[in-house]
């Protein structure tokens, strides 16, 4: 059975999303030259983005609660090309962090409305594989991103890659408009109600599979943060051989998110669950033999794999346990942020306590296990499927 057009314009939105997220990371020096800012002040593009993408999630989805969701789509999408925009044609640096942070709002509400949107186009027994496909854009942006953003800012500057993700954006704008049909993934009856869409945190299982959200995330990104370093002052790799190591990791990420998202609709609380044990287990290992050249290729390709498996199971279930309602989709986004941000402090708690390069990968292993203790204990509450349950 094929996957319907729309997914695929969703897909695009997540993949300029994604380049928007990532390729800044290999244009900061030109961009902190360019504006004769510190390096510190361009690494702020960086947090002010995530910072934002946390904060829009929740906000534009309560603001647009009762609108319909393609609607709202095609103005998230809107929003991100004007960001971009004012990243490409930014004269200072203060505008260009406005591009930032506008190009972020959408970020958050995209991927949660959008997830929604996506279970919408296909047959139930096919959610979690259409939720992958959407968000197959944002893993293959996580390969191509960087070097991508270094190759085409060091041949024409580092505006034409942002003249480049506004194109992107337009097409999927474009794409979102013709491909996905009015009333795709609007409630049945009158649009939810803000308080409606609060109703829904009352459920224990959307407050059980946040929690397993962030602390799933905080793992893998507390871990990942750190990894450049993992790799050059214990593996021995050069910086050079960082970059291709990031691309077997974004490849890993790709393999999990279609590989988990297939899985998820047969068995989801397992397959989360799995994917948890799996990405302990792989962080623990590489703890174990992150001074072995082969072992940390492997490794970063099954950290890539069962970071991502769980990802499709785990919006799809807090979309379930809470009925639907778009803001607790968005709040999933959050709270992976959030994760994000607490496993990166973390990562450097440990380096700092003097545990070593190696210590962001076992603190991420424990991060990643308590996610698991959330889940099986989340999996058991759940004896029958129940969209929102009293607190």
């Known amino acids: 059975m094929r996957m319907p057009g729309g997914l695929f314009a969703l897909a695009a939105g997540g993949f300029g999303i994604g380049l928007t997220e990532f390729v800044i990371a290999g244009l900061l020096p030109q961009v902190a030259a360019s504006f004769t800012v510190s390096e510190a002040a361009a690494g702020r593009l960086i947090s002010g983005y995530a910072l934002s993408v946390a904060v829009g999630a929740i906000v534009l ?117 013709a491909l996905v049909p009015p009333g795709a993934g609007d409630s049945d009856g009158a649009p939810a109600s803000l308080r409606d869409q609060v109703r829904a945190f009352r459920s224990r299982q959307v407050w059980l599979t946040l929690a397993a959200t962030a602390l799933g995330y905080g793992g893998m990104f507390g871990a990942f943060s750190y990894i450049a370093y993992t790799l050059t002052e214990v593996g021995g790799f050069t910086g050079a051989d960082v970059a291709w190591l990031l691309v077997v990791y974004g490849a890993g990420l790709a393999i999990g998110n279609l590989v988990g998202g297939r899985a998820a609709d047969r068995h989801r609380d ?57 803001l607790a989709a968005s709040a999933n986004v959050s709270a992976s942020n959030v994760g994000n941000a607490v496993g990166a402090w973390l990562g450097g708690v440990v380096i700092a306590a003097g545990l070593g390069y190696t210590g962001p990968l076992y603190a991420g292993a424990v991060l990643v296990l308590l996610a698991t203790v959330v889940m099986i204990a989340a999996a058991r509450q759940a004896r029958e499927p129940s969209p929102v349950g009293p607190a």
């Open 61 to 177: 989805t309560a603001a647009t609660a009762r609108r319909p969701r393609k609607q709202v789509l095609t103005g998230l999408v809107a929003l991100f090309v004007a960001g971009n925009l004012l990243c490409a044609i930014a004269p200072g640096y203060e505008i260009m962090m406005l591009g930032r942070v506008v190009a972020a709002l959408c970020h958050g509400s995209f991927f949660g409305i959008g997830s929604l949107v996506a279970a919408a186009l296909v047959t139930p027994d096919r959610r979690s594989r259409a939720v992958a496909v959407m968000f197959g854009g944002l893993t293959v942006a996580n390969v191509v991103g960087v070097p991508f953003g270094a190759l085409i800012g060091e041949r024409w500057g580092w505006q034409a890659t942002f003249w480049v993700i506004t194109g992107v954006g337009l097409v999927a704008l474009a794409g979102i408009l």
């Open 270 to 326: 397992a397959t989360v669950i799995v994917a948890f044990v799996a990405l302990a287990l792989t962080l623990i290992l590489f703890g174990v033999l992150a001074a072995g050249r082969a072992a940390s290729v492997v490794l970063m390709l099954l950290m890539g794999i069962s970071g991502f498996a769980g990802v499709p199971g785990l919006i799809t279930r807090v979309t379930d346990a809470a009925g639907g309602a778009a």
